[in-house]
């Protein structure tokens, strides 16, 4: 075993390795760049190197600063996580030329599979049925156009390299295929450096089924059965599970087969995970999935796996790595019971799921797993932290294991329903949404429910009187700022005998809400509100509720509502935020501009195209109008940065 490891990542995944290791005896270094100098991560390490700015290009991208910083340290082994350079064979080469051990497969078969059409092709080879499709070199918008009308619409155009759904478009008509193309191409490049595409038959039901593996260098490759990650938004997974549900013998048997053949076709060694789509229109059938990719490294869901098979799936990697032989066997891999993990994210989903900043001003998780489950919570962020724009917004991982399937879900219920967030949009309440939605509580479960149900599964139902009279009690004593654990502490002020109620304004959204709250002889408080909360209520329970900066959020089960509370010495500045304007609802960068000043728009039209997270964005007009000001090609904006300017109306 190794004496000392590097992790070249961040986040909740170096976390999750460093436990693995401090548990096994092996010291860490963990790397930082300038927004991660007081990260969890540094802190938890036995040693942090400083490798780069903030942009990842600066930084966790810099395979040269990370290997030098390994050898300053005395580290054996680099441990790669997920993302940045897990899957990037120029690194592996970099790693092993300086006579380190890389925590993963060689560089060769990552390279086999590192190309969506180059690895269909070798598991055609192989035997591993593969989705229909056009998986070629050339790349002529006439010939996959034409290809596509061979396929037979509808058709998805992919990204040949990378994941994460980008680079991705459905394309249901001819007519549309160009612009989709165009899209993809961009976005591929900005996210993969590659802009070329294949294209496939688009599944009408698919289910998106992937198969755990694991292989050593004496040839041994074992599975770790299947999870199931069908539930995704905008081709990215929400909530994962272990076993898939509806999962038959027959299809789990050829399933589990091929990911093992696949594996062995490329002499893989360490974890990986080969991803399969199945065709779920007619049931779940042994001849109805095909290969999509393989995954050559640890994926963010490996803990379902880990809680229904008892594995410790980092520890394998290190043992491994090492040089032993795979710690089981297949006949010694066992499934027991069912998982769940939620991906907790700074993001906001009634807005298309577009990611969110800010600071963490309180976090709290569950003490204690729900009734008859075992639970765990993989982050890499404290109270306090802020999400920044640089990295994936992730905040945790709620991972619950139960009996069965229903138990297991009941039970990711009741720990989102206890988690608390404020200080940035999260989407804790779209995830119980989704956790209690009809289909997905009965396992029917496809890549397009999300798309199907959005609009009921990100409604947030307005606060309750009750839980704004909450707000504005909390609120209510003399400006206090710092969060506190006693929510009733800013009102030390009050006694029995006062008889003049305290004036409290707040902001819900667009609502302006003005409160009245006063003490009863009896010690219960009584908040009189105006509309549209007309009410006057008593109350005597402290609820769930965190105050912050300027704010006050409270929780009502996996909801949080935050309040502004105006500071009355501030000077308001609403002009600029009118309808004349619209502004960036993200930090990104401005790819593309597809309209100019003086130009008359109608509503609906796309004006620009703003890239963040890798991803595209299009910005359209709100009305119709004339643009006084747009915002230039290449531009990096800020959150709230204004991008286009319409011209003021002239009545005659």
Known sequence: ????????????????????????????????????????????????????????????????????????????????????????????DQVTAAGLVFIGPSAASIRAMGLKDAAKRLMEKAGVPVVPGYHG??????????????????????????????????????????????????????AFGDDRVLVEKYVEKPRHIEV?????????????????????????????????????SALRK????????????????????????VDASQGLKADRFWFMEMNTRLQVEHPVTEM????????????VASGEKLPKTQSEIMLSGHAFEARIYAEDAARGFLPATGMLHHLKFPDTAPEGASMRIETGVRAGDAISPFYDPMIAKLIVHGKGRQAALEALGK??????????????????ALAADADFSAGDVDTGLIGRHQRALTAVPPPSNEIVAAAALAASGAGAQAPTDDPWSSLAGYAHFHTVPRRTRLRYGEDEILA???????????????????????????????????????????????????????????????????????????????AARGEAVIKGQPLLILEAMKMEHTISATHDGTIAEIATEGAQVTDGTVLVRFAEEVHG
């Open 1 to 92: 075993m190794f004496a000392k490891i590097l992790i070249a990542n961040r986040g909740e995944i170096a976390c999750r390795v460093i436990r693995t290791a401090r548990k096994l005896g092996v010291r860490s270094v963990a790397v930082y760049s300038d927004a991660d100098a007081g990260a969890l991560h540094v802190e938890m390490a036995d040693e942090a190197v400083h490798i780069g700015a903030s942009p990842v290009g600066e930084s966790y991208l810099r395979g040269d600063r990370i290997v030098a910083a390994a050898l300053a340290t005395g580290a054996e082994a680099i441990h790669p996580g997920y993302g940045f350079l897990s899957e990037n064979p120029d690194f592996v």
């Open 137 to 190: 070199e050339a790349q002529e918008i006439v010939l996959l156009a034409s290809k596509a009308r061979e396929i037979g619409y509808p058709v998805l155009i992919k990204a040949r390299a990378g994941g994460g759904g980008k680079g991705m478009r459905r394309v249901e008509h001819p007519d549309d295929f160009s612009e989709a193309l165009s899209g993809a191409r961009r976005e591929a490049k900005a």
């Open 212 to 248: 755990q593996v694991f292989g050593d260098i004496f040839g041994n490759v074992v599975h770790l059965y299947e999870r199931d990650c069908s539930a995704q938004r905008r081709h990215q997974k929400v909530i994962e599970e272990a076993p898939a549900p509806g999962m038959t």
């Open 254 to 277: 050829a399933m589990t087969e091929a990911a093992v053949k696949a594996a062995k076709a490329i002499n893989y060694s360490g974890a990986g995970t080969i991803e399969f789509i």
């Open 308 to 319: 229904v098979t008892g594995t410790d799936l980092v520890e394998w990697q290190l043992r």
């Open 415 to 432: 720990a989102l329903s206890q988690t608390e967030i404020a200080g940035s949009t999260v989407n804790t309440a779209f995830l119980a």
């Open 516 to 594: 009245l709250v006063s003490v009863r002889p009896d010690g219960r408080f009584q908040v009189a509100l105006n509309a549209p909360y007309d009410s006057a209520l008593d109350l005597r329970a402290a609820p769930r509720l965190a105050r912050w900066s300027g704010h006050v959020t409270v929780f009502e089960g996996a909801v949080g509502y935050s309040f502004a509370v105006p500071d009355p010495l501030a000077r308001a500045d609403e002009i600029a935020a009118g309808s004349d304007s619209l502004r960036a609802p993200m930090p990104g960068l401005v790819k593309l501009v597809r």
